[in-house]
């Protein structure tokens, strides 16, 4: 039962997946292909993802990164999540593996959500290849009005968040 | 295409796991036991997330995503759109080539603006990973967020580019 709980999204995929094999042969038959496919594609993305926070679980300490990122890191811990959002230029669903290493080794939670969503809407790896293809007045339109959403987003779910909220991310950051 | 930044991922990971292996072969080992760990923690989400999105990719096909973005316009258009970026996962290194040649075939830039924030900050298939992490009430308040901060980067980007 706890399994059956714990798996509800992916047995309900599953269902949709198979009634789609059944009800469109076709349809389903392709999807099962773009899965096999698409998975060989996470695994290459996440393996070096996956080491990268594997050696910062042994090597980094978390008093060290607590005076970096956390409670009372200030500006220079907003400055330090926004700097290494930015650098990350990974898939969302590979940057909340290295958000929940943060918050296990105790930054503070407005930084990882201003890492979060920095690096989702400013990839500076990317930025060139933005430009060659939208132009620069597309690229740094928004990338500008994207640097004050990304504050903006963090401060109002930080502050929307109580003290409850706060200490469950925290537990169950642990647990990962 | 996308391979060349993945590299870039792999550079960084070699060099990391180099040095920490040259000072610690015990740490470096049980640091790779715990990647592992991890990874096997999250994989069930992942596939649910794969299947997904093998099913989006066999239901939505690209001409869809074209006609979506090329062809409506208006509020109608720019809402599907925004449907559009959040419930599809196309690497940016793709959607970029694509979005280039719809703005070249006349699609609107608010259109086409819509589509690239919600693609990259909203994710409707990976919430159940978000939530893994976050928790419900921040990844609801952080994708709602995201897509209503969207609408506004689109829109000036329009304004700014009229």
Sequence with gaps: ?176 | MNSIFSYYLYGIAAILLIISYLKNKNKTLLGLKKALKMFLNVLPQFIAILFLLGLLLAAIPSSVIKNVLGENSGISGILASAALGSITIIPVIIAFPIASELLQSGAGIVQIAVFISTLTTVGFATMPLEIKYLGKKTTYLRNLFALIFSFITAYVTGWALR
């Design chain 1, 1 to 176: 039962m706890k399994i059956f709980k714990k798996n509800i999204f992916l047995i309900i995929v599953l269902c949709l997946n198979l009634a789609a094999l059944v009800l469109f042969p076709q349809t389903g038959i392709k999807s099962f292909e773009f899965t096999v496919k698409n998975f060989m594609n996470f695994l290459f993305m996440l393996t070096p993802v996956f080491i990268c926070i594997g050696l910062m679980d042994v090597w980094i300490d978390r008093k060290a990164m607590i005076k970096l990122m956390g409670e009372n890191s200030k500006s220079k811990g907003v400055l330090i999540s926004f700097a290494l959002g930015v650098v990350t230029a990974v898939p969302l669903y590979a940057l909340l593996p290295i958000a929940g290493m943060l918050l296990k080794k105790g930054s503070k939670i407005s930084n990882v959500l201003i890492f979060i969503c920095s690096s989702a809407s400013i990839r500076i790896p990317l930025l060139l290849f933005e430009v060659s293809y939208m132009g620069w007045k597309f690229t740094m339109i928004r990338f500008i009005v994207n640097f004050f959403i990304v504050f903006a987003i963090a401060i109002i779910i930080d502050k929307t968040l109580n003290e409850k909220d706060k200490k469950e991310i925290y537990d169950n950051a642990y647990k990962l």
